[in-house]
Nanobody, 117 residues
Framework: QVQVVESGGGLVQTGGSLRLSCAASGNGFSLNYMGWYRQAPGKQREFVARITSGGNTTYADSVKGRFTISRDNAKNTAYLQRYRLEREDTAVYYC???????????WGQGTQVIVSS
């Protein structure tokens, strides 16, 4: 059974930093993409960042220069390091994974991040 588990959310002050983690397991296949979406209150879910197994990264314009995505292939884990957080970054952050062979995406349950002034 596939499991995608996020961790690292919480309350942080404006200008602070926070790192999210996403660990995937379960189906015996290799991971291709790992990435993050977020959904702010009253808004649609939006793309944040993704990373391929080879380390190629893609970011939304709104987070370029402030967020860094990385991964540890041996652990099937991705990280989203966020700097200079703004109130607009308040959202539930969802991790997704895409497996080699086209399986997925599989989603985590989400982790809440609240940025307060």
């Amino acid at each position: 059974q596939v499991q995608v588990v996020e961790s690292g959310g919480g309350l942080v002050q404006t200008g602070g930093s926070l790192r999210l983690s996403c660990a995937a397991s379960g189906n015996g296949f290799s991971l291709n993409y790992m990435g993050w979406y977020r959904q702010a209150p009253g808004k649609q879910r939006e793309f944040v960042a993704r990373i391929t197994s080879g380390g190629n990264t893609t970011y939304a314009d709104s987070v370029k220069g402030r967020f860094t995505i990385s991964r540890d292939n041996a652990k099937n884990t991705a990280y989203l390091q966020r700097y200079r957080l703004e109130r607009e970054d308040t959202a539930v952050y969802y991790c997704y994974v895409q497996w080699v062979g086209g399986l997925g995406p599989d989603w985590g349950q989400g982790t809440q991040v609240i940025v307060s002034s």
